[in-house]
């Protein structure tokens, strides 16, 4: 796949970890975006895009949450084998939910097992830095690639008080360092969420693994967005957020015709019967 470019490839085979090196190397960007279902997951697969995330936001964009700390690891098993199922060339990446892999290493490799064995993911993601470099070379140890996840990383949302920026002054220094510990423990890239964007670039230069923004400004390997936010339909998207679709409101029109056709009985009608 290195003598094509990632995004819209046609290898005839996965997008793989190697891939997104040699994309960082060539210095060519890429998107990613999340996928929670076997339709959408096929959608983003025939639009090229190379790698697809089940975030734990699915707790809320699924599930219904107000945050991602209820979902729990039996709740995204299916959602991660259906992307799978509904994908053909996309790295598939599952999120660890909360509470699945901070207490051990061996807790995070138990957690990671389950979506490699049962649910065919293809990578994972967990979130913080140094402290859970442990789990990162254990995991990759034993053959299970890891996305890392710094800045704003929404399971600590309690400890950080609300969704606000991270990194911003000495704490710039901290996550840098996080970062590079997270390259030693053999992360094959980080995300990271709204950091200032100097920040973002900063990391980027640093680091040989490819890094992933999300609120992070134009300077990272890679860009990803949450696919409700990206085509309209959550109500009250981040600043980061670029909307390229209104399906919200295609949706709302959509149901409103048919609930108008079928009160009025003018639908069905006799082309969508059968005799």
Partial sequence: M???????????????????????????????????????????????????????????????????????????????????????????????????????PGQALESAARFMKEAGAHAV???????????????????????????????????????RVQGRGAAGDELMADAKDLQRAGAFSVVLECVPADLAERVTASLDIPTVGIGAGPATDAQVLVWQDMVGLTPRPARFVKRYADLGADLDRAARAFAADVVSGSFPGPEHAYT
């Fill in 2 to 104: 290195s003598s094509t470019t990632l995004y819209g490839g046609a290898s005839g085979r996965r997008v793989t970890v190697r891939d997104l090196a040699a994309a960082k190397q060539r210095g060519e960007r890429w998107p990613m975006v999340t996928a929670y279902d076997a339709m959408t997951a096929r959608v983003f697969d025939a639009a090229g895009i190379p790698v697809l995330l089940v975030g734990d936001s699915a707790a809320m964009v699924v599930y219904g949450y107000d945050s991602t700390l209820p979902v729990t690891v039996d709740d995204l098993l299916p959602l991660t084998a259906a992307v799978v199922r509904g994908s053909s060339r996309a790295l598939v990446v599952a999120d660890l939910p909360f509470g699945s892999y901070q207490t051990s």
């Fill in 125 to 163: 993601k967990l979130e913080g830095g140094r402290r859970i470099a442990p789990q990162v070379e254990a995991l990759v140890s034993a053959g299970v690639p890891v996305m890392a996840h710094l800045g704003l990383t929404p399971q600590s949302v309690n400890v950080f008080g609300g969704y």
